[in-house]
């Protein structure tokens, strides 16, 4: 089945400074890659997502990029700010949305 | 958000005892699914369903039972509650291929 690895599990930047978190699929038949944040206590929520016939998808101060060949996909968060403290999970899915596999997560602090 | 609910919120169960989450939706959305999160596995898929009496395993399915008889409601039953299930657990709905939106979560556990 799909594993889905996500890099680096704690990462902790300077308000303003630009954070990227990595993952690594491994079924190549896997076509959807949703990110998900989690703030402290609440449910996940979808920030971005991106299909396999897309290379790069942004969002205001966020983007993903999607690496088909090398099986990676990776998003950017740039001029972080605090809000952005939380917990990023990377998911991939064939069919388009069913079935997700997420990654392990990643904690994200932003520090004033 | 208001749209996909949970209950219970909380809940403490002792081994052995059988225990049913509720996950309740009004958009009508075709897919639902049960995930459970714990530290350092992130959000692992329990069972899902594609549509009312549609439902299929997801990774980790053992030791859990679902139904879905409407499309609005998809209840999770753990048959014989261990200590290994304690966690918290999250509903979520959605349309297809499109983003899915998360109940609040109910926390479980396993005395």
Redesign the interface.
């Known amino acids: 089945g799909e594993n889905v690895e996500q890099h680096p599990s704690t990462l902790s930047v300077q308000e303003g400074d630009s954070a990227v978190i990595k993952c690594t699929y491994s079924d190549s038949a896997s076509n959807y890659f949703p990110w998900y944040k989690q703030e402290l206590g609440k449910r996940p929520q979808l920030i971005i997502d991106i299909r396999s016939n897309v290379g790069e998808k942004k969002d205001q101060r966020i983007a993903v990029t999607l690496n088909k060949t090398a099986k990676h996909f990776s998003l950017h968060i740039t001029e972080t700010q605090p809000e952005d403290s939380a917990v990023y999970f990377c998911a991939a899915s064939k069919n388009y949305g069913q079935n997700f596999v997420f990654g392990p997560g990643t904690r994200l602090s932003v520090l004033p | 958000?208001a749209g996909i609910t949970q209950s219970p919120r909380y809940k403490i169960t002792e081994t052995g005892r059988q225990v049913t989450l509720m996950c309740h939706q009004t958009w009508s959305h075709s897919?639902m699914?049960w995930?459970r999160q714990d530290l350092?596995?992130?959000?692992?898929?329990i069972y899902?369903s594609?549509a009312a009496d549609i439902t299929?395993k997801?990774?980790v399915p053992d030791g859990y039972v679902v139904s879905r008889s409407k499309t609005e409601n998809f209840p999770l039953t753990l048959e014989s509650a261990t200590r290994s299930q304690t966690s918290v657990y999250?509903c979520a709905s959605?349309q297809?291929?499109?983003?899915?939106y998360?109940?609040?979560?109910t926390r479980l556990t396993v005395t």
Do not use: M
């Open positions: 958000d897919y699914f995930y350092g596995h992130g959000l692992r898929l899902y594609a299929d997801g990774e999250f959605g297809g291929a499109k983003e899915q998360f109940g609040p979560g």
